[in-house]
């Protein structure tokens, strides 16, 4: 007799309807690669009557997440509530106490609590699998962890949400306004709840906590994530990056270096040729750079029902036919402490553009200031017309300067003295250009 694997689901959205479609519909397949039939025996939600699409008839329905994971009904229990308090956390701490299983989609409670999380699972001995948190329907978990097991990853990098990779392809395909494009991206239904943490590059930092520890064994630290979003980048460096060759994508990457991991979101300049600047609106990627492998990118659908909810049914399929990983790649004892490494000892090449005020000797002045530090330029270039201040035309000139490799360090220092100098009419702005 086929035994049955009996789940409960907590939070019945687009995700949860999804799962639920995709377990009907895959459910001969299911049974025959996983060799039980697996069941929604239990689900939980705000509001019990809703319209889902999702046959719900037979499921026991709970008011409370927490009461479902304690269930005697459920053998497996599924978060996809979202948020790294409240109900989520309890309910999942509820489950792994009760000896359950947990699968989740959610990043925020991976990257805050992961570790603790971790540990109760380990202690259980039972299965706590999350491939649905990063990367949506990318197995980037999978493929970290147990794909690449006989690799020393050196870097692992990506672009982790849709919403900045979908503004950032419209306004350098379309010439639109950040803001245009933020509210389309709202409007499909990409962003969270709160955009800000797309756009401020939270959402990405929570991803990249979790690929960091899978790549390196250190403990996940989100806080030790140098964070910047996307709302600086303007369509005049999209343009520029455009004709020097670059595009600029929200990356998160997690790299190693002599002083420890360096782990940091922000916009970047990749080269057009690269693997991950060919990825454009919504969809994710991530590239890692290992010594056998050399260069590995996944490249696929980082968000909505579908493809999150195939990232989940795996989990359920993998807890169902017995298979049981560590959670976070080593014992949670043999994680290490993250070293953080300062954004000022960053080495690498920028893009700079300055308002520069059309006099004699600002060029060399500025050109000055990065020598003082011997920091080389690729190149220096006036780009476009005087931009107008006011309702006079001929105000200052828009420069962009290309630095070969320096350091945050010296770059912030010129960049001070630039200002200090007066040779420019606002802030300047510069974005990291990651080597290939
Ligand atoms: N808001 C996220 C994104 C959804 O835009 O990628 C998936 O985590």
């Known amino acids: 007799m086929v035994e049955t694997l009996r789940v409960g689901i907590a939070g019945v959205g687009t995700v949860g309807a999804s799962v639920m479609r995709l377990l009907a519909r895959q459910d001969a397949a299911l049974t025959a690669r996983t060799g039980r039939t697996i069941r929604v025996t239990g689900f939980s939600a705000r509001e019990r009557e809703k319209e889902r699409d999702a046959d719900l008839s037979g499921v026991a329905f709970f008011d409370n997440a927490a009461a479902l994971a304690a269930s005697p009904e459920i053998d497996l229990f599924v978060e996809l509530i979202g948020g790294a308090e409240g109900a989520a956390r309890d309910s999942v701490e509820t489950a792994l106490n009760n000896g359950k299983g947990v699968v989740t989609a959610n990043k925020a409670l991976l990257a805050r609590h992961g570790l603790a999380l971790a540990a109760l ?47 950032l392809s419209r306004m350098e395909t379309e010439g639109l306004s950040f803001e245009a494009c933020l509210k389309e991206a709202q409007r499909l239904g990409y962003a969270e709840a709160d955009p800000t943490f797309d756009i401020g590059g939270f959402d990405t930092a929570h991803k990249l906590a979790i690929l960091a520890t899978l790549a390196f064994g250190a403990e996940i630290d989100a806080d030790a994530i140098s964070v910047e979003g996307i709302e600086r980048v303007t369509t005049a460096d999209l343009k520029a990056a455009d004709e020097l060759g670059y595009r600029i994508k929200l990356l998160g990457v997690a790299q190693r270096t002599p002083h420890g991991v360096e782990q940091r979101v922000h916009p970047t300049m990749v080269k057009k040729s690269s693997a991950i600047a060919q990825v454009m609106g919504v969809t994710n990627a991530v590239t890692i750079d290992a010594d056998a492998v050399h260069e590995l990118t996944l490249v696929g659908p980082g968000a909505g029902g579908e493809a999150t909810a195939s990232a989940v049914v795996a989990d ?14 080593l014992p949670r004892a043999a994680l290490t402490k993250v070293q953080r490494v300062e954004m000022q000892r960053h080495e690498g090449g920028y893009y700079i553009r300055l308002a520069v005020y059309d006099k004699p000797g600002a060029f060399a002045g500025i050109a000055g200031r990065m020598a003082e530090r011997n920091i080389s330029l690729e190149s220096i270039m006036q780009r476009g017309r005087p931009i107008a201040t006011g309702d006079k035309p001929g105000g200052p000139v828009p420069v962009v300067l290309i630095t070969y490799a320096t350091t945050e360090k010296l770059v912030r220092e010129a960049l001070d003295a630039i200002v200090a100098d007066g040779y420019v009419a606002e802030r300047p702005q510069s974005i990291r250009i990651e080597r290939e």
């Open 316 to 329: 359920i399929a993998d807890i169902a036919r017995g298979v049981r990983s560590r959670p976070l790649g």
């Open 121 to 167: 699972a380990e202690e259980k001995r039972v299965p706590l699998a999350y491939e649905a948190s990063v990367a949506g329907g990318i197995p980037i978990v999978k493929t970290l962890r147990e794909g690449l097991a006989g690799n020393s990853i050196d870097r692992v990098y990506g672009i982790l949400n849709g919403t900045c990779n979908y503004i």
